[in-house]
């Protein structure tokens, strides 16, 4: 923003028409130049998990069913991370431990979900900077299972997720685990334009994902995640957001917009740009890193030229520059964070996530595309890839 400023006077000497198209130029060439040495940064990498995903069999939700599940074997399941048996009676409903994972619970689904996302945004990435059409035809393998094989399609529908053992068959806090199905959709709209992208699988990918926004946006649990304060009401907004663009459902991006600017910014972010509902939790540094993730992702996926959401703030301020602003200087030094330190896998976190790279882009902030480019692209650790559903950021220039 500097330059726009020091070249003020110049507008006096050379016109104003003349600087603001030098203006437009910089800014997109700048973009441009970022863009690409993040494709330089991360090609090898990519290239190599893409190799992996090319010689990987489809796994979906019905290779494994849980007893402990009301659904059936093409509903998904999955149990509340945080829950546990409690210890003066093992046939008690179970308590919570809020913040403490407990291993035993079943996670099936959600590691095959995860896995998906990772074998189609891998192949879908790989395609966008290769033109290889090989990895077109592995990905609609994968598609194709989860989405319209009758034998081993998902239900689409979250209505037994994070179910807690004597309480719960499912809720609708469950609905995050499927923010892990976004970067699916991105790598569907990446490839569906290439004739190696069968019309028969488009529509049944498209129908799949129309038919599971009508159950996000009318049952019961999808209308209580829509209005969670915290996290996952982001996430509701940002799956939302994601879905409805590979469908083409104007009406629920509009929606999403007007959510962004009217709910999410104004009841979760303070007037510094931090976020108080995720301070105040048993991991506030690791639950401030994903909401403000999530919120950059909204950015970039709902903005428009008509509708710029990256340069949108409320009428006092607040606005996600101001939300990146704040976390980055503990994104670069984890040592200078002044609030309570995360009660489990606090030392996993920070990893290269989309808010510094997408916001350096936008604000051309270098030293935040510095930072990113110094931290972990491959995270292993599960509980930082469950709460990083972008992994595949070139998917989303």
């Known amino acids: 923003m500097l330059v726009r400023y020091q070249y003020c006077f110049w507008c006096r000497s050379v016109g104003l028409a003349a600087v603001l198209l030098w203006l ?3 800014d997109v060439y700048g973009q441009g130049n970022l863009q690409r040495e993040a494709t330089d940064i991360l090609r090898s990498q990519l290239l190599q998990e893409a190799g992996w995903a090319l010689a990987q069999a489809p796994v979906t939700v019905t290779a494994e069913r849980s007893p402990r599940s009301a659904g059936g074997i093409h509903d998904f399941y999955s149990e509340g991370d945080y829950w546990w048996p409690d210890s003066t009676d093992a046939r008690a409903p179970y308590v919570q431990r809020d913040g403490m994972t407990n291993p035993d619970n079943f ?23 290769t033109g290889d059409v090989r990895y077109v035809q592995q990905a ?30 499912g809720r609708g806090i469950g609905i995050i685990d ?29 129908a799949w994902f129309k038919e599971y926004l009508v159950w996000l946006t009318t049952h019961a649990y999808g209308k209580e995640e829509m209005n969670a304060k915290n996290n996952h009401g982001t996430c509701w907004v940002m799956q939302v957001a994601a879905f409805a663009r590979l469908t083409r459902d104007e009406r629920l991006l509009t929606f999403c917009r007007d959510r962004y600017k009217t709910v999410l910014l104004p009841a979760q972010m303070a007037a510094d740009g931090s976020f108080p509902l995720e301070l105040k939790r048993t991991k506030p540094y690791g ?14 996926i709902l903005s428009t030229k008509k509708d710029d959401l990256w340069h949108y703030q409320t009428a006092d301020g607040r606005s996600i520059g101001k939300g990146i602003a704040f976390l980055y200087p503990y994104l670069r030094d984890k040592g200078a964070w002044p609030y309570a ?54 998917l989303w220039f």
């Open 24 to 26: 437009a130029l910089s």
């Open 107 to 129: 996670t099936a689904h959600r590691r095959a979900m995860i896995r998906f996302s990772t074998i189609v945004g891998a192949l879908a990435s790989a395609y966008k900077i």
């Open 287 to 300: 639950y401030s890193i994903f909401n403000l993730d999530a919120m950059v992702m909204v950015c970039q």
């Open 341 to 394: 330190k995360d009660v489990m896998y606090f030392d996993q976190w920070p990893v290269a996530g989309p808010a510094l790279l997408f916001g350096a882009r936008v604000f051309g902030e270098g030293s935040w595309f510095d930072t990113w480019k110094k931290l972990e692209h491959a995270p292993k650790e599960n509980e930082v890839v469950r709460n990083l559903p972008v992994r595949h950021p070139l």
């Open 178 to 206: 499927t923010i892990h199905l976004m970067e699916v959709a991105q790598g569907v709209m990446v490839m569906m334009e290439t004739k190696s992208f069968d019309a028969d699988t488009r529509r049944g990918v498209i």
């Open 140 to 169: 609609m393998l994968h598609v194709r299972a989860w989405f319209i094989d009758p034998a081993t399609r998902m239900a689409p529908h979250l209505s037994y997720a994070q179910a807690i053992q004597g309480r719960a068959t």
